[in-house]
């Protein structure tokens, strides 16, 4: 069938995208479902720095690809092989699929599955190859997932339902931003009462991983980010303190767990040097593949500091998605306090000008109005 996408022609286009326009809104051919696969109609896909990353150029990918990782929307059709999804369904998509089989499957969470690795490195689906075509030559896919279209085949692995009554934003964003942000917090840093825990870097995933250590009553919660309107926020959410890098560092300020979500060295750097004697610095941000950071060894020996790698918030989707949905339901999880604006997909390269300059946390493109 013909669908509407953004497809990225070129990585590394100079910024504002608005007038370089590296994603074009076109019609291209998708596939029917085949065997273990789902067709869904797409409602909501969040505009996320992983997205930006490809766009500048820090995460090089197969391209032209059609762009997006954060979305949820509704089942149109199943392949042979699926029989716990029907057509009407509510889903919100993964962007690690899981094959369950490799070893790095049985880690309950804690490394990536090495097929699902593997295919999204290619721009493929778990099931090999791409089912993504425009005259005649094939587009690769994002994540598995390829979220900024008005509809998307994915791997049934890729896509976790969420039942009625949840609106398809707020399930866009439990998909990448609270399961990566969320996940570090209770798969990783996993507070104890009466603990502290820091957030350095505040954008969508930072944010998230704030309300999901706001949710435990018995934590004192810090954000930092050098960026005031964000630090703001923060406060709005509920952080007991708010500070920029330079200020909790004059402070003193130190956690006992804190969560590094910016995806830059000098965050990283600066979430090791908060982190308190006996505790654990958690890294979710994806800087480039060159960065380097700098840190004193004898600082993590003397002080019995640990520094723990989350991709994906160390999370098993089909577990933790669930977790937190339940979390929104009862009133815990206030994600929709997330959402700073909604874009219609023929306006993804502005949306992609906003996140550059910092002024929104997650953008919700809405790719049918």
Same mark, same amino acid.
């Given at each position: 069938?013909?669908?509407?996408?953004?497809?990225?022609?070129?990585?590394?286009?100079?910024?504002?995208?608005?007038?370089?326009?590296?994603?074009?809104?076109?019609?291209?051919?998708?596939?029917?479902?085949?065997?273990?696969?789902?067709?869904?109609?797409?409602?909501?896909?969040?505009?996320?720095?992983?997205?930006?990353?490809?766009?500048?150029?820090?995460?090089?990918?197969?391209?032209?690809?059609?762009?997006?990782?954060?979305?949820?929307?509704?089942?149109?059709?199943?392949?042979?092989?699926?029989?716990?999804?029907?057509?009407?369904?509510?889903?919100?998509?993964?962007?690690?699929?899981?094959?369950?089989?490799?070893?790095?499957?049985?880690?309950?969470?804690?490394?990536?599955?090495?097929?699902?690795?593997?295919?999204?490195?290619?721009?493929?689906?778990?099931?090999?190859?791409?089912?993504?075509?425009?005259?005649?030559?094939?587009?690769?896919?994002?994540?598995?997932?390829?979220?900024?279209?008005?509809?998307?085949?994915?791997?049934? /692995?890729? %896509? $976790?339902? =969420? @039942?009625? !009554?949840?609106?398809?934003?707020? #399930?866009? +964003?439990?998909?990448? &931003?609270?399961?990566?942000?969320?996940?570090?917090?209770?798969?990783?840093?996993?507070?104890?009462?009466? /603990?502290? %825990? $820091?957030? =350095? @870097?505040? !954008?969508?995933?930072?944010?998230? #991983?704030? +309300?999901?250590?706001? &949710?435990?009553?018995?934590?004192?919660?810090?954000?930092?980010?050098?960026?005031?309107?964000?630090?703001?926020?923060?406060?709005?959410?509920?952080?007991?303190?708010?500070?920029?890098?330079?200020?909790?560092?004059?402070?003193?300020?130190?956690?006992?767990?804190?969560?590094?979500?910016?995806?830059?060295?000098?965050?990283?750097?600066?979430?090791?040097?908060?982190?308190?004697?006996?505790?654990?610095?958690?890294?979710?941000?994806?800087?480039?593949?060159?960065?380097?950071?700098?840190?004193?060894?004898?600082?993590?020996?003397?002080?019995?500091?640990?520094?723990?790698?989350?991709?994906?918030?160390?999370?098993?989707?089909?577990?933790?998605?669930?977790?937190?949905?339940?979390?929104?339901?009862?009133?815990?999880?206030?994600?929709?306090?997330?959402?700073?604006?909604?874009?219609?997909?023929?306006?993804?390269?502005?949306?992609?000008?906003?996140?550059?300059?910092?002024?929104?946390?997650?953008?919700?493109?809405?790719?049918?109005?």
């Amino acid at each position: 069938m013909l669908i509407t996408g953004a497809v990225l022609e070129t990585s590394g286009a100079p910024a504002p995208y608005r007038s370089s326009r590296p994603l074009t809104v076109c019609q291209v051919h998708l596939d029917a479902p085949g065997p273990h696969e789902v067709m869904i109609r797409i409602e909501a896909a969040g505009i996320c720095h992983s997205d930006l990353s490809v766009v500048n150029g820090d995460r090089p990918r197969p391209l032209p690809m059609l762009l997006g990782h954060e979305a949820a929307g509704v089942v149109e059709e199943v392949g042979e092989g699926v029989t716990d999804l029907r057509p009407g369904d509510a889903v919100v998509a993964s962007f690690l699929p899981r094959c369950g089989e490799c070893a790095e499957c049985r880690t309950d969470g804690r490394v990536p599955c090495s097929r699902g690795s593997a295919s999204n490195a290619a721009g493929e689906l778990l099931g090999g190859g791409r089912r993504l075509r425009r005259e005649q030559a094939e587009i690769a896919h994002h994540l598995g997932v390829s979220g900024f279209a008005t509809h998307a085949v994915l791997h049934r /692995s890729s %896509l $976790v339902p =969420v @039942g009625d !009554g949840v609106p398809h934003d707020v #399930a866009a +964003l439990m998909g990448c &931003a609270v399961l990566t942000g969320g996940g570090a917090v209770v798969n990783a840093a996993r507070p104890k009462a009466g /603990s502290r %825990l $820091v957030v =350095v @870097g505040l !954008g969508g995933v930072g944010m998230a #991983a704030l +309300l999901v250590a706001l &949710a435990h009553d018995d934590v004192e919660v810090i954000g930092v980010d050098a960026n005031p309107a964000k630090l703001r926020i923060a406060a709005d959410l509920g952080a007991h303190a708010v500070h920029t890098p330079d200020d909790a560092s004059a402070a003193g300020i130190t956690g006992d767990a804190v969560v590094e979500a910016a995806g830059s060295a000098r965050a990283f750097e600066t979430a090791v040097a908060l982190t308190g004697p006996g505790g654990t610095t958690v890294t979710v941000g994806l800087p480039r593949a060159d960065a380097r950071a700098s840190i004193a060894p004898l600082d993590l020996v003397a002080g019995a500091r640990s520094i723990v790698g989350s991709y994906l918030g160390s999370a098993v989707p089909a577990r933790d998605i669930p977790r937190f949905v339940e979390m929104w339901r009862v009133g815990r999880l206030p994600v929709e306090r997330l959402i700073s604006g909604r874009v219609p997909l023929s306006r993804v390269n502005e949306g992609m000008d906003d996140l550059t300059a910092g002024t929104a946390l997650r953008q919700i493109i809405t790719p049918h109005t």
